[in-house]
């Protein structure tokens, strides 16, 4: 990434982290809505994941120079080789968390962990994760994971 992040990716930054800042809010106030959030978000990630690793898949190696540490010295070495198969295999992940969050009960809580521990993962990605993105998100599906027992109770599902 040349010197212009921010003359090319302040919009969607600040978009990003309203949206994450609103979801974690959403889903302490409203869990049951807030999945769909999740859902919604996961899915459009998992289609634009795909398409970009179809047709431009080495747009991923320039997160090297935004990535911390370790994550930046994979980007540029061992994912090279890898990041087609890798990045649809994490598109693949994304559709299932986005389907995960459609549900109730196990699979939902299976989401939420499963959604936990991407974004955990994503972090050391830095201003390529959109930072602190991933840790607003976090909260969020924290929130949804604490609060989906409520969820069930009120909807009656034992």
């Known amino acids: 990434m040349d010197g212009n992040f921010w003359s090319v990716w302040a919009v969607p930054y600040f978009v990003s982290n309203a949206v994450a800042m ?3 809010v959403l889903a302490w106030k409203r869990p049951f809505a807030a999945r769909y959030g999740y ?20 747009d991923y190696v320039n997160y090297s120079a935004l990535a911390w540490g370790p994550y930046s010295e994979f980007i540029r ?21 986005a389907f995960g969050f459609l549900t109730r009960g196990v699979l939902l809580k ?7 521990f991407f974004f955990l993962a994503i972090t050391p990605l830095g201003l390529g994760a959109a930072f602190p993105f991933p840790l607003f998100a976090i909260l969020g599906a924290l929130s949804i994971f604490i609060r989906s027992s409520e969820l069930r109770m009120r909807e009656g599902v034992a």
């Open 22 to 24: 609103g979801l974690a």
């Open 110 to 116: 299976v989401a939420c962990l499963g959604s936990m």
């Open 39 to 58: 859902a919604l978000m996961f899915f459009l990630a998992a289609l634009v994941n795909a398409f970009t690793a179809i047709n431009n898949p080495m």
């Open 77 to 97: 070495g061992a994912f090279v080789g890898i990041v087609q198969v890798f990045v649809l295999l994490i598109a693949l992940g994304q559709l299932l968390l």
